[in-house]
């Protein structure tokens, strides 16, 4: 058989790039097509249910059952309008991405006919087999039931034929077998603590929201090279393939001209994200070569969740009209930059002020220093948890590799910022602020101009860095769900922000001003999470000894840190706020661990099965190519030189052997210590195991195939390599 990898690769080079055509109307027009919300909400409902609805999603009123099926059936034609036929509810299991079964809208009309029907029943609730997503053990299989419920603060939307219903999914018993159930009970705890902080500020403040802006990075690969590599195929990344020997050295790749083929994908994916309401906003290349970002415009988080959730499917569709495969894993090649989800994330009042973003005033500021102080103290104290929301087995490959974040979350506030927060602490109380007669307080907070924040000095290494007017966590994975990250940095923020209430409330009950009580457990709390602040080197290996003294988490090994959901101070926070039990939590861990042990089998069991089935046949092949010729010189030179001619090749027919037996070796040690781990019925244990005694063994097959890669003949090379893999688009 011809070699599949030359054919894929002259496929490659032949394709054009696709004629993507320009809708007729301006982005503004086509924004929300396909997406049921206000507007479509006001033309479709009578104006009390419009109200209703408005209601319900702006301040979590009650839907009862008559206001759902007016909903329903202005949607549905709505729906019908735009050539629907189908529906789903949309939910995000504990598997990544998201799951849907379409149903029709036809039901018997008891004549013998058909006709379409959408209840506010269906709408709200639906009772999907749900045997086979993942629930940790709490719902045995032969109580199949779980539930999904309608979300309806975030929109209904059309995707081809299908009406998508945005909704929770919980078991039988209540718990939450879903990322949207938590983050939504997530987002209500922070914004209940946050709005009664505001009031020390604004008492008229009734909302505080958290926002999300994501920036989504991928690599795109061409279609055909992509299915001649089963280990992408299969499970996401390259296990094997040597440098190519130009990478992303040249920097020629980063914000440079996008690729024709490329462009055409970025222009049809954005027109359809922005039909669907996504509000995408910037495109360019990325670092790596055939590495890409897109991003949007922030927006409320549960619904930039749902926004990143649909993007990546988008995306994955897109991509393959185009004849590419967008690859969302976090470490797709090694050796070259990961890909990671930036996500930038504020709190904003319901009258417009931005809590992360500095003030004009003395008072502004002290509030704006309030906020990020408390952030600060969420995150130092639960940032062990922190980790462990944007921990998985895939972002272990890039987190502490040398172009990402480090494995040890800290934050990095630039020198302005810092200086505020020193000059807080440190001043003497009275010079801070002094009591001005009838003008009330003066404060020496010394304002920042919002334009001279730290634009400049970026921290790329910070994993949790101020970047002027948010926060922007870059640990999270390109491939997670952000709902992860969120629920965990909202509930952090939500306690942090409830116990300074705590503090200053007892103060004032002693009789102390508000601000000064305020100042005070301020001062207080700058020094008690100064070890979370970081403004250095997150790669160097002084960082590591630097935060093992500070006590922060600088465990690596992504099954122990998910054990940090299960920390005394995690349950307890998340039980408080109401947002997780600790029964939840720990079937959410059983299926990590789970999930964690299958990704590093299916890993081990690619990367045996191609080490034995096309690596070591072809260097074999190869091999006796060299030994054929080595022979023929013999027959026709005396043994001496023969040999002597000769040497260059029986170096490599033995190098090719001693490799070749090493892999064997190496491949034979993976099956075993699988066997063994196998044997373990403790998931915690088990995905240990696969941790410690399987990954490094792949690291070590790995490493003989790149160099067998070397030394083999290149047109004998069956997998596409990682040159043409980076580089062909
Ligand atoms: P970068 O320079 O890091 O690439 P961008 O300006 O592209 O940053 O913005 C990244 C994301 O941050 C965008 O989604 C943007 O809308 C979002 N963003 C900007 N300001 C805020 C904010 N205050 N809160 C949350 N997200 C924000
Ligand atoms: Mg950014």
Redesign the pocket.
């Known amino acids: 058989m011809a070699n599949l990898r030359f054919q894929v690769v002259e496929e490659a080079f032949q394709k054009k790039p696709l004629d993507v055509k320009a809708p007729s109307e301006r982005p503004y027009e086509y924004f929300g097509k396909k997406v049921f919300n206000r507007e479509k909400m006001y033309k479709y409902l009578p104006k009390d249910v419009y109200e209703k609805m408005i209601d319900v999603i702006d301040n979590g009123a009650r839907l009862d059952r008559k206001v759902a099926d007016a909903v329903a059936a202005g949607m549905i034609q709505w729906a019908k309008e735009n050539g629907v036929t189908h529906y789903t509810h949309w939910f995000q299991p504990l598997t990544e991405g998201t799951a849907e079964k379409h149903d029709s809208f036809i039901e018997h009309d008891g004549k013998g006919g058909m006709v379409e029907e959408f209840s506010g029943k269906l709408l709200v609730q639906q009772e999907p087999d749900a045997s086979s997503f993942p629930s940790g053990g709490i719902r045995a299989t032969f109580e199949a039931r779980g539930y999904s419920a309608w979300d309806p603060t975030s929109p209904v939307f059309i995707i081809d034929d299908t009406l998508c219903i945005p909704t929770i999914f919980i078991s039988y018993t209540g718990e939450a077998l879903d990322y949207k159930a938590p983050l939504l009970r997530a987002l209500h705890a922070v914004n209940v603590a946050a709005t009664d902080v505001c009031h020390y500020f604004d008492p008229t403040v009734k909302k505080v929201t958290s926002?999300?802006?994501?920036?989504q990075e991928y690599f795109l690969v061409d279609e055909g090279l992509y299915s001649a590599r089963p280990d992408l195929l299969l499970t996401g990344r390259t296990l094997m393939g040597h440098d190519s020997a130009k990478n992303q050295q040249m920097d020629d790749h980063y914000f440079g001209s996008i690729p024709e083929r490329v462009a055409a994908f970025m222009r049809d994916l954005e027109m359809q994200a922005l039909e669907l309401g996504i509000p995408c906003k910037?495109r360019h290349n990325e670092v790596a070569p055939n590495q890409f970002e897109v991003?949007?415009?922030?927006e409320e988080t549960n619904l930039a969740v749902d926004h990143n959730m649909l993007l990546m499917s988008l995306m994955k569709r897109v991509a393959r009209k185009h004849g590419f495969r967008a690859l969302l894993h976090e470490k797709p090649f090694d050796g070259i930059n990961g890909s990671g989800k930036?996500n930038?994330?504020?709190l904003s009042t319901d009258n417009g002020v931005?809590l992360?973003?500095p003030g004009k005033t003395p008072e502004a500021n002290l509030r704006f220093v309030t906020f990020i102080v408390e952030t600060l103290m969420g995150v130092y104290k639960h940032n062990g948890l922190l980790k462990a929301s944007i921990m998985s087995a895939t972002n272990a490959h890039r987190l502490g590799a040398n172009e990402a974040p480090p494995a040890i979350i800290s934050s990095f506030l630039g020198k302005q910022l810092t200086e505020l927060l020193d000059h807080i602490e440190l001043a003497d109380k009275d010079d801070l602020f002094t009591m001005a007669g009838k003008q009330g307080m003066k404060l020496d907070i010394p304002e920042i101009p919002e334009l001279l924040i730290d634009n400049t000095d970026r921290n790329r290494t910070s994993p949790f860095a101020f970047?002027g007017?948010?926060f922007?966590f870059r640990a999270v994975g390109s491939e997670a769900n952000c709902a992860s990250a969120m629920i965990a940095l909202n509930a952090a923020v939500a306690e942090a922000l409830v116990n300074f209430k705590k503090r200053v409330d007892a103060l004032i009950e002693k009789g102390e001003d508000k601000t000064s009580a305020i100042v005070e457990v301020l001062r207080e709390d700058i020094k008690t999470c100064k070890p979370i602040r970081f403004d250095g080197n997150g790669y160097s290996d002084e960082w590591i000894e630097e935060a093992t003294k500070r006590g922060l988490d600088v465990e690596k090994s992504c099954p122990k840190i998910f054990e940090r959901y299960l920390d005394k101070a995690s349950i307890e926070m998340f039980e408080k706020l109401g947002v997780m039990s600790k029964k939840e939590l720990e079937a959410r861990n059983e299926v990590k661990w789970e999930t964690y042990t299958k990704k590093i089998q299916i890993e081990a069991r690619v990367l045996g099965d191609l080490s034995m089935n096309h690596i070591i046949p072809v260097a074999t092949q190869y091999q006796s190519k060299l030994l054929d010729n080595v022979q023929n010189m013999r027959a026709i030179f005396p043994v001496d030189k023969a040999d002597k001619l000769s040497a260059r090749n029986i170096k490599i027919i033995e190098e090719i052997a001693e490799r070749t037996s090493t892999i064997e070796k190496g491949v034979e040690e993976l099956v075993n210590a699988r066997k063994v781990a196998n044997k373990i019925a403790d998931e915690h244990e088990k995905a240990i195991a696969y941790h410690d005694t399987i990954e490094p063994k792949m690291d070590t097959i790995r490493y003989q195939i790149d160099k067998l890669e070397l030394i083999v003949d290149d047109t004998c090379w069956p997998l596409p390599k990682y040159r043409e893999l980076l580089f062909i688009r």
Request: net charge negative; no cysteine.
């Open positions: 926002n999300l802006g994501w920036e910037t991003a949007p415009i922030f930036h930038n994330w504020s931005l992360h973003a970047t007017n948010r922007e």
